[in-house]
């Protein structure tokens, strides 16, 4: 029986991990490089298990801080001559998967909170905003138990835009009544 798919054995898999990674513009963990190569029912975990450091000794891709890797040169020039050999439909999915991943990590950099407990027991919530000019909005919130705290971080991480542009409509809406 013929097997379905992309993924037909070990090189197939490796062009797609260098097809991946090529676009990838953050350094990946292995689960992540499965995720993001995940576009194909053929494709297990155990493959990415096994190419990865194969490629890694061949230097297509090299280990980097905290058990992630990166593509290499040699890695990216091979991508570039392999990769019209990967099914159409695989490799918009993956690279739908890269931009989704890549817009993740870049905007989770523009937004930091930190909680640390005060004196009095209650916490302190330190909230920033940046983009790439530099910090935008930094915001300090109390909150009196720990539950709060984390509950008011992880909400700013989501909503730090909604936050920011209520604030800005706010302030600025109250100046034109002020100046009329």
């Known amino acids: 029986m013929q097997r379905l798919g ?12 260098l097809f991946v990674m090529s676009r990838v513009g953050y350094p990946v963990n292995v689960q992540q490089i499965y995720e993001l190569c995940f576009q194909d029912d053929c494709l297990s975990y ?18 980097v801080e905290d058990e992630c890797y990166k593509i290499t040169d040699k890695g990216r020039e091979t991508a570039k001559l392999v990769e019209d050999s990967i099914a159409f439909t695989v490799r918009q999915k993956a690279e739908n998967a ?6 993740k990590v870049r905007r989770s950099s523009f937004v930091r909170t930190k909680v640390t407990q005060r004196e009095s027991g209650d916490f302190s919530v ?8 530099g910090n935008l909005m930094t915001l300090e919130l109390l ?6 705290a984390n509950r008011l971080s992880r ?23 002020i100046e009329s």
């Open 46 to 63: 155990f493959d990415i298990c096994t190419a990865v450091p194969e490629m890694v000794e061949s230097n297509h891709l090299k280990s």
């Open 143 to 148: 909150a009196p138990d720990q539950r709060q």
């Open 155 to 177: 909400l700013m991480e989501k909503k730090a835009e909604a936050v920011y542009n209520l604030t800005m409509t706010e302030l600025l809406d109250d100046e034109d009544e």
């Open 126 to 133: 330190v909230m920033s905003l940046d983009d790439e000019m």
């Open 98 to 103: 890269v931009d989704r991943f890549n817009r």
């Open 6 to 17: 992309f993924i037909h054995d070990m090189m197939d898999v490796k062009v797609l991990i």
